[in-house]
Nanobody
Framework: VQLQASGGGLVQAGGSLRLSCKAPRAITSVFNPLRVGWYRQVSGKERELVADIDSGRRTNYADFAKGRFTISRDNARKTVYLSMNDLSPEDTAVYYC?????????WGQGTLVTVSS
């Protein structure tokens, strides 16, 4: 499944961004069963889970994301969103989306989020 991540940018501390992860070429019967997650990576550090959402819209969040970030999915648009509020400089990273299920395990290209103090 090909994934396209977008929505990153430069924002001041306390601001908000919404990231999108779209699977433009997937058919809905392929996309809908997938668990889709957002991960982030800071240079020199390991990639870490931010949040993910399964086919039943059950969600899972990293502790640092709870209360600030919201993951959601629109299956008709084959898109998963990550709404991020109250951003801090510590959230600066490249954010990647991932879709997995069955034999599928796909990554998007990453979108850079920079939070200035």
């Amino acid at each position: 499944v090909q994934l396209q991540a977008s929505g990153g940018g430069l924002v001041q501390a306390g601001g908000s961004l919404r990231l999108s992860c779209k699977a433009p070429r997937a058919i809905t019967s392929v996309f809908n069963p997938l668990r889709v997650g957002w991960y982030r990576q800071v240079s020199g550090k390991e990639r870490e889970l931010v949040a993910d959402i399964d086919s039943g819209r059950r969600t899972n969040y990293a502790d640092f994301a709870k209360g600030r970030f919201t993951i959601s999915r629109d299956n008709a648009r084959k898109t998963v969103y990550l709404s991020m509020n109250d951003l801090s400089p510590e959230d600066t990273a490249v954010y990647y989306c991932n879709a997995r299920g069955g034999t599928s395990d796909s990554w998007g290209q990453g979108t850079l989020v920079t939070v200035s103090s």
